[in-house]
């Protein structure tokens, strides 16, 4: 069965973490990780796999995090063909002292990917969230996993858990 690959960006080592816990709820022996600063050199890194975990934390108002810039331009040039691949998204941010750009990554990788062909996974209902304003919103529901390390981390063992569990119907490995 093929491996998911997970690759994070991470400026304080919030992201890295988190994926860091995905890694070890799916089982090592299912996912390979990567740091997008120590790791990635091209789009076939990501297109080695079929499956793909996506973090981003969010910077600036609503920015991606740093390691994802260039990566995400050169893509945005190069249009590599994602159609074909699964892709669920994660990220956290703070949802008071950020409430106006709430996750805001998360938006931003979704509608790249989406753009690159590939079938994005894993929306996540708003209502367990307080915050006034997020770009990564469709049809009602958060594009991936929110995650707030700096407000609500009692959450996020469950909110993992739970998606992680949303994610079996389209990542069968997780499934098996
Ligand atoms: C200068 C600065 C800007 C930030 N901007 C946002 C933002 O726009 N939206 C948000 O939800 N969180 C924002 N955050 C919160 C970070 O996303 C949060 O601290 C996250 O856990 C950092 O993860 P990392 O260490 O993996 O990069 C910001 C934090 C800082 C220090």
Redesign the pocket.
Known sequence: MSKIGIF???????????AEKIREEIGEDLCDLYSMEEDFDSADDLLAYDYLIL?????????V??DWREPLFDMEVEKPDFSGKTIAIF?????E?????????LGTLYDQFKALGAKLVGAVSTEDYS?EK?TSIRDGKFVGL?????NESDKTDDRIANWLELLKADFPMLAA
């Not at 994070?8 to 988190?18: D, H, I, Q, R």
């Not at 002292?97 to 990554?105: E, L, N, R, T």
């Not at 929110?146 to 700096?150: F, G, N, Q, S, T």
């Open positions: 994070y960006g991470s400026t304080s080592g919030v992201t890295e973490e988190l973090g981003c934390s969010t910077w600036g108002a609503g920015e995090q740093n990220g956290p941010g703070d949802c002292g950020h409430s106006k750009h709430f996750v805001g990554a915050f997020s929110a995650l707030d390390e700096v």
